[in-house]
């Protein structure tokens, strides 16, 4: 058993950062560690939710369902209970708090029961592999900001997001075609791109 907790600042609004987390098929879609895969298993009543979480290096799979509750106008709720009858257990609540118009604070706290016979190794490498999410929340949203909004520590962050899709890239995948992809995802790369291309017209 064991618990854990993220904590992150998104430069987005707090309901857009809600639905992202909401959205389980985008989560998947678009993490940088792909260490997880996350499946819908069944839709229930208003925000209700199941969803399947398989972790890809140990094959172990957990079953929560999640609900969505909206506290007033700067708080945004989702909770994670466990399925009961799966021997690993996981039980999650992310909070959304609004914190400017286009900023929010994520605090994402997960509880972790795997059985019995795990080590506490284990059982860390799990959590780290759940709480993932919150950094590929922030790097999400940070793709989306203009050439003037990025910091330069942002600015860091997407070089270094870059050599991870360089390093995890299939041998079918040319450097090229990744750098390629990554720019085309990226609003201020491409703001910057663009920029460039008007300058060497001129």
Known sequence: KGWGKAVATVRAGFEDVAAFFWDVKRL???SLSQVAKRTVERFGEGFEVEVKTKELATKREVISTMNLHKVDNKTIIITGKPYIFTQAK???IVRF???GEKETRVELVIKLDLGRKISRRAVKASLKTHLTVTDDATVYFMNLLGREEVTEDEGRVIG????LKLKNRTKKVSKEQVVSAFI???KGLKELLRKEKIIEGM
């Not at 270094?160 to 050599?163: F, I, K, P, S, T």
């Open 28 to 30: 998947g879609e678009v």
């Open 90 to 92: 996981l039980e999650s």
């Open 97 to 99: 708090t609004k914190v």
């Open 160 to 163: 270094e997001q870059l050599m």
């Open 184 to 186: 085309e995802e990226n």
